[in-house]
Nanobody
Framework: QVQLVESGGGLVQPGGSLRLSCSAS????????IGWFRQAPGKEREGVSC????????YYAESVKGRSTLSRDNAENTVYLEIDSLKPEDTAVYYC??????????????????????WGKGTLVTVSS
């Protein structure tokens, strides 16, 4: 059974950092397009960071560029998203997602906007003092 499980969310003070984890089971993440998305209350889902299916490049939304790092540990079949200098506007439910190798909707920077095949249930991040 294909499954993605996020963890690492919680309450963080502004200016703090966190690292979210996404563990995959039922398939191997290697060569899959990987994405982190978030949805704040009353807002549409937005892409935060992704690794495309067409090349091993990582893309970041402008809102987190320079303070965010997406990484993948193939041995652990896990992906991570680290965000530094957190702001209240980073408050959202964060989801990880995956798309099969070669998926055209996840080519290049399009992975930030892709409705990928596999999704986790999300982890809540609240940035507040």
């Amino acid at each position: 059974q294909v499954q993605l499980v996020e963890s690492g969310g919680g309450l963080v003070q502004p200016g703090g950092s966190l690292r979210l984890s996404c563990s995959a089971s039922g398939f191997t993440l290697d060569n899959y397009a990987i994405g982190w998305f978030r949805q704040a209350p009353g807002k549409e889902r937005e892409g935060v960071s992704c690794i495309s299916s067409s090349e091993d490049n990582t893309y970041y939304a402008e809102s987190v560029k320079g303070r965010s790092t997406l990484s993948r540990d193939n041995a652990e079949n896990t992906v991570y998203l680290e965000i530094d200098s957190l702001k209240p506007e980073d408050t959202a439910v964060y989801y990880c997602a995956a798309d099969p190798p070669g998926s055209m909707r996840s080519w290049g920077i399009s992975c930030l906007f892709a409705d990928m095949d596999y999704w986790g249930k999300g982890t809540l991040v609240t940035v507040s003092s």
